[in-house]
Every structure is written in C-alpha cells, then in structure tokens.
C-alpha cells in the first residue's frame, strides 16, 4: 500500500514517523508546508521539513520535538559575541542541513531535489516533498501588526492573537511534479494532525492543490490536531479561535469539507460524530494522541485501515 | 606612531599582534591578502584576514596559529555524514565568521566594512584592511595542473611544485580608499614575515599598490620570512626555489627591489647583509624568530624603531 501524508511539523512528523513504521520501506511519501520557511544569516531554514526528515531519520531531539538529538550550539554562541540574534535556535549540526542546502539552492538545485539527496543521505526510504519549489512565506497578522512566522512562533513563543494570515508568494506557487505523482499514485491519502491554518493550510492553498486532492482516486482522511477542544501542540486552539474557527475536531472537519472521506478523531471527541458525519466524512473514533513512538506505529495503521476501507 | 603592515596569515599575524601591543590602540593598520579566499559550501572564507583578525583579538589557536581556540567541530561532522567534502577544517565558532560575513556581502556590504564589524567586535582596537574589495583568487601551476590556493594548501598539504602563479581577477582590483590612507597617513610601513610569492606578492600585484606605496611618506622596512635558507612555516622555501629565486634573505630583499628602504633578517643571516645593502636597503639583523608572544612585542619594537630611524 501506497500512503501520500500531508504534514508541518511535530504532529505530522511523529504521524508520518508511524507511516514510514506501518508501511514498506519507500511507500510513504510525505507533503510538507514550507510558508514558515525563513533564511535567518541567510540560510534556508525549511523548520517543517527538517523536522519530519529528521524525525523520520531517527535523529530528532525527543525532547523538543524539533532539531537534532545530542546538538550543540558553539555557532550560536559566537554568533552572540558578535552581537547577532540568536532567538532561532540553530544548533551545530543542523547548520550542516542549512549550509548545504542554501550552497545548493544557490547552484539551481530545486528545494525538491536538495530535499531528496539529503534526506537520502540520513537513509530515509521515503520521499519527503516541498509542496512547492516557489519560495512562500505566512505572514501573520495580530495587534502587534504583521508578523513573519518563525517572529510570531518562536521570537515571541506565540503569545500574540492571530487577526488574519497572509501567504505572500502563494499565487506563483504550484505544486511540484513530484506532488502530483505521490497524490495520483497513493492508495490512501492522509491530512496528519497538523495546524489547519498555517501547515496544512498552506499546502491547500498552493494553486491546484485541491485540484490535484481531488482528482486523486485515493480516499483521503485527517487526523484532528484538536482533542477535547485544545491542540495536542502549539498554538492551533488559538488561532481557530481567534479567525472565527470552532475548536473542535468537527470545526477542523469543516475546513477540510468537501476535500475528506474521512476523519481520525480521538474517543474524547465522540460526541462530534454526528456533525463530521453531517459533513459528508466518515468518522473513526480512536486513541488519536501519540504519547510514544508505537503510539504512531499503531496510530498510523488505523489510519491507513480505516482510509483504505472507504475506498472500497 | 602610526603604523601599517601588510601581512598575510599566520608570520603576518603574529608580528601584526606584535606591532599591536608595541602602540598605542587604534594605530595599527594591517593591510591583508585576500587571494586565498575561497568559497567552501557556499560561505565566504577569508584565511589570511581571520588570522590575523583571531590573533590580534587573542583568540587564535595558539597551536595551530589559524582557527579558533577551544574550538569543536560538530558542523564538519554533520557535513561527512551528508557525504560532503570535509578537507578544510571549518570549526563551530569559526563558522559563525563566515556565516555573517557571507550574509553581509551578499547584502551588499564590502568586505572592508563587514570586516570592520567583525574585528571591532573582537574588540580589536586597530583596523583591518583587505587589500581590495574586489574578488581576487590565487590559481598555482603545478605539475599536477592548475590548483586553487587552498585546494594546494590545504588538501594537498603543499606537496605539489609551483611553477607558477595566476592571480585571477587582480586586474580588476583596486585597493580600497582606507588601504590608501592607511599608507599614506602611516609613520613606518611594515612588510610582515609572510610568504612573498603568495602572501605579500598578490597585495603588491593589485594595481596602483606599488604607486601608492611609493608616494607614502613613511619608510618601508621588510622581515624576512627566510632564516637560514629555511621558510619559518609554510612552503615560501620551495616556492622560492620552483619560481627561480634565491631562497635567502637576499632573495626576498630582491623581490622586494625598488619598494623598500630597509630589510629586517635574522642574525644568522648576517653574511647576506652586502647583497641586501647593494640593493639599496638598509639592514637591521636581529633574533628575527618569533618563538613566544613577548617576542613578537620586542620584534615588532626593533622594527619601528629601525624604520622610523630610516625616516629621519
């Protein structure tokens, strides 16, 4: 079986990381969000990216969730004695992503294939996919006025209340060949428990995306980031909140509407089956919080299980 | 006093931290080779001009004479595990000189301003000055065919014959208005013990040098890089000798021929004081051998005190 993941970061690289466990080794492609792609001292930091291929490498920090397990930050320090920022995080050996990355880019390299002969060179028998080679940035809008997405998310930790949300770039943006191919020849189709707004939003929002989503005979189905009316992470609770969105499994259904066939929704939120229901989605109501990796691996299957079975 | 050297790496350096601690704060101007530069995954290295800028802010690595001390290599590591070449030893904090530096340049800085806000926030009272602006490379014929400077250097460890030297880009390099009041406004000019071929030799090169240097009021003194027909580091001997020069006091006197007004060689070198005189220089023969931080400090005195007499 042939899965197409759709992902940001933690939520949909632990998910994806029970995918690559589930399925045979190369079956999994992952989409990715790139919108919060930013070029601190400029290097291309692609944080969605890199979190799922280093979650899907095995070398992510458990503890974060982002980054690289056993990091140091002798760059950042130095950086700081020359009196330059130092609020993004970048430690020593994810530099090594970023500097290569930049080198290649620089060189005419897509984003597309950069991604591909790194995440080969970690041993990743999948295929991570940018949504798109064009270069597209969130930019959010709150009281404090627009804000880039990584100033917003880890300059000030989330603390201003998103008004509105702006993907500068995004109507020169398509998807990739390589986009396309993983949604036309997935058997299943899966939206990961990623922010709504701004991870999955982005990567619907790519001129032709739903196009391609919908011509793709796989079923599709989503993992609700929101349990219980909060976001297992980060701040989506939030910001469905503030932009006018119900916070519930059933308020993120309804802004996949018309995309679905289906949705992962945790035992906590049962009682919104009829209303996904109403929405034209089948529902399966399940332990959907990852707590540990076999978490994702048994996740993951049900996913596919449940997806699978509404192709039938 | 105000002084100006011209210095390349590591000889360079170490009498430019010399002739730092022999004035008075802020006037020093060490005029560096910048033909040695090079591009490393995409990132702005500059050898000479990191030299000398660690060991005038007192963070060289005492045991190397280039890099950083205390440094780790974390980056270098990441890189190998991407498959990418790791022959130049790119350290952590180092990596955050180049970093910066690339970021700059490509928004348009020049390399003099970028390093001035370096070197000033290394504390380093006095300025820093490459020898131009503009993009010049050091290409080496050898037998093996036509090498970059470091990829000689470094990679090859220097074992390659250099039949000649091609400085790539020289004819369209100037050098910069704070090198030509450094010059003119200087009380002694000092050509530091570095390599005269690849070292001093791409400075003098770049046009309208020589000219400058000659209408500079100060005297011009020299110490020789040669002791004893022996380079004191690096491979200045056998360029001498691969080129057709005498690998002497004597013969770096004669490249210098018509631009200096005085020679600094070591005492063991005494004989070669006639042949130096009769190239029109005078000479001062002294413990021309900087084993320790204090002998640089009494060197560096000697050779101030040996020009200014020069001027008088």
């Known amino acids: 079986m042939k899965a197409c993941a759709l992902a940001g970061g933690v939520g949909g690289a632990k998910l994806s990381a029970g995918l690559q466990d589930a399925l045979s080794p190369g079956d999994l492609s992952v989409v990715v969000n790139t919108a919060d792609d930013f070029d601190?001292?400029?290097l291309r930091v692609c944080p969605d990216l890199d979190t799922v291929m280093y979650t899907l490498a095995g070398v992510a920090n458990p503890e974060t969730g982002w980054g690289l397990a056993g990091e140091s930050f002798a760059f950042?320090?130095?950086v700081s004695g020359y009196g330059?920022?130092?609020?993004?995080k970048l430690g020593d050996r994810d530099l090594?992503?970023?500097v290569l990355r930049t080198q290649k880019l620089r060189a005419g390299h897509t984003l597309t294939g950069v991604t591909a002969e790194l995440s080969q060179a970690l041993g990743i028998p999948g295929r991570i996919l940018p949504m798109c080679n064009e270069k597209v940035s969130t930019l959010l809008k709150t009281p404090a006025g627009l804000l880039e997405f990584q100033e917003?998310?880890?300059r000030r930790r989330q603390?201003?209340?998103v008004i509105g949300v702006d993907l500068r770039g995004i109507e020169d943006a398509r998807p990739t060949g390589a986009v396309l191919e993983a949604l036309s020849g997935a058997d299943v189709i899966v939206f990961c428990p990623s922010n709504p707004v701004v991870s999955l939003g982005p990567v619907l929002s790519v001129p032709g995306m739903r196009e391609a989503l919908a011509a793709a005979p796989a079923p599709k189905v989503a993992v609700s980031p929101i349990v219980g009316g909060r976001a297992l992470k980060g701040p989506a609770d939030r910001m469905l909140s503030s932009l006018g969105h119900e916070v519930s499994?059933?308020?993120v259904a309804a802004l996949y509407e018309g995309i679905l066939d289906g949705m992962v929704i945790d035992r906590t939120d049962e009682g919104q089956r009829g209303d996904i229901e109403a929405l034209g989605m089948a529902?399966?109501?399940?332990?959907?919080v990852m707590h540990d990796p076999p978490d994702r691996g048994r996740l993951a299957r049900e996913v596919l299980e449940f997806g699978a079975g509404l192709g039938a």
Chains 1, 2 share one sequence.
């Open 84 to 88: 330059g920022d130092t609020w993004f």
């Open 283 to 288: 529902v399966l109501a399940t332990d959907a």
């Open 76 to 78: 950042l320090e130095a």
């Open 96 to 98: 090594a992503t970023h």
């Open 249 to 251: 499994s059933a308020g």
């Open 40 to 42: 601190p001292w400029g």
């Open 159 to 161: 603390r201003d209340e």
């Open 152 to 154: 917003y998310f880890v």
